[in-house]
C-alpha cells in the first residue's frame, strides 16, 4: 500500500501531470523494497517507456499475447459450453 498511497500523494488535488521522471524514480525506489513491484517495472513499466523501437516491440508481443490467449479462452468456453446456451449454461432437464 505504500506505492499506491505515495503516488496518491504526488497527484494534486486538480489533477496535474506528473512528472515522468519522478514517477520512474518512485518505481525505482519502491522497487529496492518490493518483488511485486520489481516484477512490475522490469516486465512491464521499463520495457514499454524505452525506445521506439524496443517499445514498439513490447506492444506487438503483448498484443499477440492478448490476442492469443483470448481466442484459446473462446475455444475453450465453446468446447465445454451446450451449444447454443450462453456461457455454458444448460438450461435443459
Known amino acids: 500500500m505504500g506505492l499506491l ?3 496518491q500523494n504526488r497527484f494534486p ?4 501531470r506528473r512528472d515522468h ?4 524514480s518512485d518505481f525505482a525506489r519502491n522497487a529496492l523494497d518490493s518483488p511485486g513491484v520489481a516484477v512490475l517495472v522490469s516486465s512491464l513499466i521499463e ?9 514498439h516491440s513490447v506492444q506487438s508481443k503483448y498484443y499477440e499475447f492478448v490476442l492469443e ?8 468456453h465453446l468446447a465445454h459450453s451446450a451449444i447454443g446456451e450462453p ?3 444448460d438450461t435443459r432437464d
Open 47 to 55: 520495457p514499454l517507456v524505452g525506445e521506439q523501437e524496443r517499445m
Open 87 to 89: 456461457f455454458g449454461v
Open 69 to 76: 490467449n483470448t481466442i484459446a479462452g473462446l475455444e475453450h
Open 21 to 24: 521522471a519522478a514517477m520512474m
Open 13 to 16: 488535488e486538480r489533477g496535474g
Open 5 to 7: 498511497r505515495e503516488l
